[in-house]
């Protein structure tokens, strides 16, 4: 459990009556957040399980505590911050469910072109692809790509795709950067929490994030063991 919040300026809180209490610039104003660090055995990976409310979201905070930390032993984070990640599982639980909104294609300017034109790169939006899987391949792309008389140098054009997932009224939408010589996409979806984790009063409820979590960990594992 860390307590702190927000301090240094002066705040308000609005009560139900909507009257405004002015909070001091010395009290510290906080959230109930879940947050849980998992270190791995002989592993170089730290995972961060962190709850957000929206947009809001103390992960700031813990790319600073990191970097603090690993800088007193010469370390760092690749990246220079946390990377956010997902499982196999979740990853083609969401494509098997979601749909391919557009694909766009960015072509690069070319140093060897003398013709090319003056911006460093043109992208060009085309529509969705019907898959049954969410997957895309090659074949797709300049299937999608020559029916609009364009075509692709895979490896030199970037390809992003746009998936759209609509689940109990919730829509759910990620851009990705498509590698089609990886087998899976490095698609990172986002995890609803269950209604059973959050409290009456929107607090998380502890016992319950952390048997979410448990299990998040259990599907690493897994994972990790069929892929040695």
């Not at 270190?39 to 809001?56: A, D, E, I, R």
């Not at 390809?159 to 939408?173: A, F, M, Q, S």
Request: glycine content about 6%; hydrophobic content about 35%.
């Amino acid at each position: 459990m860390i307590n702190g919040g927000l301090t240094g300026v002066k705040q308000y809180v609005i009560d139900e009556e909507k009257k405004k209490n002015v909070v001091s610039n010395k009290d510290i104003v906080g959230s109930m957040v879940f947050a849980r660090i998992w270190m791995p055995t002989n592993s170089n990976h730290v995972y961060l399980f962190l709850q957000k409310n929206g947009s809001l979201t103390i992960k700031p905070l813990f790319d600073d505590l990191f970097k603090k930390i690993l800088a007193n032993y010469s370390l760092g984070i690749s990246g220079r911050k946390l990377q956010a990640t997902t499982t196999k599982k979740r990853q083609e639980e969401f494509l098997s469910k979601s749909q391919i909104l557009n694909v766009t294609l960015i072509r690069k300017k070319s140093i060897h072109d003398t013709a090319a034109i003056s911006a460093d790169r043109a992208s060009i939006k085309f529509g969705s692809i019907k898959n049954s899987n969410g997957k895309i391949d090659d074949q797709d792309i300049q299937v999608l790509l020559k029916s609009h008389g364009v075509s692709a140098k895979m490896g030199q054009d970037d390809i992003k795709v746009t998936y759209v997932r609509n689940h109990d009224g919730y829509k759910e939408k990620k851009t990705v950067e498509i590698d089609t010589s990886d087998e899976t996409i490095n698609i990172v979806p986002n995890i609803r929490v269950p209604f059973e984790c959050i409290n009456a009063d929107n607090s998380p409820n502890f016992k319950k994030m952390q048997e979410l979590v448990n299990n998040e960990i259990e599907q690493i594992k897994k994972e990790a063991k069929k892929s040695k």
